[in-house]
């Protein structure tokens, strides 16, 4: 007599069902990203012109991030500390990226003055806000993404859904409004080398002047004694009081002279290198040891750190020029 198998059957089904569930509650569910303390990306709370609208599906219509209403020129800041993974242009269009772990900020269109792999804190100057955005007139356009999907950035401000968006009849003032912060921040920069150029990567041959951290790096800041927005027109590198400054290449002084901001100032002429005109200086120090005209080899002792002039502390702030035009001097003394 043949034996049924159903009975079997039964019994492999409903071990295999208890092993799923088994399997399913052993196995977390995805969770939400952690968000970083954040802030707001531009200085004190601007108006909101649109807000986040999700797309239905990953690559359909909608709004990947916030409008916030800024004139051009408007200083750009970090969201939340992290590192800049990207820094460029996509489609014509200044973008900067911060990695913050499990999720990252994007800002656009900036012009960046932060090089990727770069540390920064919340509220430190990424940029400043560019041209090219998709906004009738000006604005930032700021978005948070975890892998590739995308998220409200207001969530990092404790604000995300809950932001009133301004009717279209108060747009034009509040443009206007930004407009007047970036004439006040354009003046707050004036005859500070606003004009910068970007320097060839590399070291050139040049050695630091001073063993030392960067404390505080070139671009737009919040100047720690006059408290207004301006150009940190130069790199500070943090050294004790009375540490020997040393020439980081062979040049020609050509000018000492002291300022209520700078205190006592050097200025170094290296003739053409790789095909530039180099000119560094020094600032802030106790005193120099050389004098005008002098020719020095790389080395030489030029002085000692101090904090004379508007300084907080011990320090030396370091500035090039590249065929007279001021420069982010990380991009000539990167390794």
């Not at 492999?12 to 969770?31: D, G, I, Y």
């Not at 999700?54 to 750009?76: E, I, K, S």
């Not at 400043?128 to 401000?157: F, K, Q």
């Not at 320090?315 to 990167?334: A, E, I, K, Q």
């Amino acid at each position: 007599m043949r034996r049924s198998s159903s009975g079997g059957w039964l019994c492999l089904l409903a071990f295999a069902l208890v092993l799923a569930a088994l399997l399913a509650a052993a196995t977390p569910a995805s969770a939400a990203p952690t968000l970083p303390r954040g802030r707001w990306p531009l200085p004190g709370s601007p108006q909101v012109l649109r807000g986040f609208e999700p797309p239905r599906t990953r690559y359909g219509p909608g709004h990947r991030g916030v409008d916030l209403a800024a004139a051009r020129g408007t200083p750009v800041l970090a969201a939340a500390a992290g590192t800049v993974s990207f820094a460029g242009l996509v489609a014509g269009r200044g973008v900067v990226v911060v990695d913050h772990g499990a999720v990252r900020t994007t800002y656009e269109p900036v012009a960046a003055q932060v090089g990727v792999g770069q540390r920064v804190g919340a509220g430190d100057p990424l940029g400043v806000l560019g041209a090219g955005g998709h906004c009738a007139r000006s604005c930032l356009h700021w978005g948070l993404r975890a892998g590739e999907d995308y998220l409200d950035p207001l969530l990092l401000v404790g604000a995300g859904g809950g932001v009133r968006l301004l009717a279209a009849a108060d747009r034009a003032a509040v443009q206007r409004e930004a407009a007047e912060r970036a004439r006040l921040a354009a003046a707050a920069t004036a005859g500070l080398g606003a004009g910068w150029v970007m320097g060839p990567g590399g070291r050139h041959g040049f050695e630091d002047p001073v063993p030392g951290p960067i404390t505080s790096a070139f671009g737009l800041r919040l100047h720690p004694v006059l408290h207004v927005w301006k150009l940190h027109d130069g790199t500070d590198l943090g050294a004790a009081c009375g540490t020997p400054i040393r020439a980081p290449a062979a040049g020609r002084v050509t000018g000492e002279t002291r300022s209520a901001g700078y205190g006592n100032r050097l200025f170094l002429d290296h003739g053409r290198v790789d095909g530039r005109q180099v000119v560094t200086g020094y600032n802030h120090a106790a005193g120099y040891v050389v004098r005008p005209g002098q020719r020095l080899a790389k080395g030489e002792l030029l002085g000692y750190v101090g904090q004379t002039g508007y300084a907080t502390g011990c320090h030396l702030h370091l500035m090039v020029w590249l065929d007279g035009g001021l420069t982010n001097p990380m991009t000539w003394f990167s390794p």
